[in-house]
């Protein structure tokens, strides 16, 4: 851990900034939330998609191997769907009071001297 601290702190690095992703990346896996999200698309699948409960996981898996996450699926299959009605679903009601400070990695953070931008695809209401 020493030596890539010590390393992203040498001013010579090319980076101006570093990007990271929030979901599943800054908080660990074992809070529950993936899990969380997928059972919330489904919940969507079947609230507002009227998809069979049976058949909504797969469909779920279906559409993101195909198109890249399950709304573009949606989509692409001809669903109007609007974006903040489906992420108040699928991330709004998500358990984030599971996630929990974690000290090492804020310490981590701000040893790196390059500006930090932090990014999520939760709608705005979540944040």
Known sequence: ??????SVRDSSSPFDCLIFDL???LYPSNTGLGEACKTNI???LVEK???LESKASSLRVELFKSYGSTLAGLRALGYDIDADDYHSVVHGRL???RIKPDPQLGNLLRSIAQRKIIFTNSDRSTR
């Open 42 to 44: 489904d919940d969507f």
């Open 23 to 25: 979901d599943d990346t």
């Open 95 to 97: 358990p984030y009071d």
């Open 1 to 6: 851990m020493d030596s890539c601290s010590s």
């Open 49 to 51: 998609c009227g998809f």
